[in-house]
């Protein structure tokens, strides 16, 4: 692709995400966003003028923006359930794919995205926007410099609660047919980064699950138990119910050291009698202002500039979908699951 040529930015499911989405997009240089699409023409309307899109064309048929080729990319921000129909059309349309979390609600709709993402040869990237999270940043940094030395157990919560009450898309996450599950539907956020701190595969999943409060028409508690390649045992919290206050947890066990979200105690520093804790920007809040997009979509934009595979592809993200996917099974046959599953 020439250098000088612009990428153009089609946006379905003009919500909540989408619009820092569109901030992030119109900061990039090499970028313009040039069509939304939105059920809602009102909606589509209010976005357009809020952020100066006077010349993005507005559809309601989300097929159309696809088909516009004035669009390059087009970036999946719509409900869940539509992530799979969507990702294969705009890749078997030869558009470039940035699809939000989840990329499917269950493994066969996965593994179609999956091969048509690889029948086009499209760049791909999937909303997993924690891996640009200066705490994660700082995570990987420590443990690449040895602070933990052998890490042998790590775990990552997510836990979030009253979503009728500050939650946008709570109508529709919380049943079974749109949103899911629990870890589709958030804590896949926590299963990406224990893959991100534990640096080999998940060989086998258990997990037990329940609905406690039946505000959701899944469970919308679920506790998974990994066991990895290297012998290192993750495990990952997940409670979307209840009265519960946002908290993203990390803890990592290692031969040297321990991290307790934003502490740790480590013999890689001689000296050191106490626990320390490091200034950071912890992931805290589940109001998406405070997210990384900008950074996410700047990747996904340089690598499509100089062809590069993209961190969090399509081929990343199906080993994160699969213990997903694995959890829940296991749930609901209470028994360990292998992967990769087939």
Known sequence: ??????????????????????????????????????????????????????????????????????????????????????????????????????AANDLAGLRQLERAIDASGVKSLVGFELHWSPYFESIRSMRDNGFFGSIFYAECDYFSGNQDKWYQGYHWVKTREKGGGALPAAGCHAVDAIRQFVQSEAVEVFAYSGNFTRVMEWDPTIVTLIRFADGTIGKVGCILEGNVTYQFNVRLHGSKGTLVNDRFLTSFIPGQTGWAQFPTILPDTPEVSHHPFQAELDHLVDCIREDRTPTVDIKDAVKTHEIMFAAEQSAREGRPVKLPLS
């Open 1 to 102: 692709m020439a250098a000088a040529k612009r990428l153009g930015i089609g946006v379905i499911g003009i919500g909540w995400v989408a619009r820092e989405h569109i901030k992030a997009w119109k900061n990039n240089p090499h970028c313009a966003v040039v069509a939304l699409a939105s059920h809602s023409v009102a909606n589509a309307t209010s976005a357009k003028e809020t952020h100066g899109l006077s010349d993005a064309r507005l559809y309601t048929d989300w097929a159309e923006l696809i088909r516009d080729p004035r669009v390059d990319v087009v970036d999946i921000c719509s409900m869940n359930h539509l992530h799979v129909p969507q990702g294969v059309a705009a890749a078997e349309a030869g558009k470039h794919v940035l699809i939000e979390k989840p």
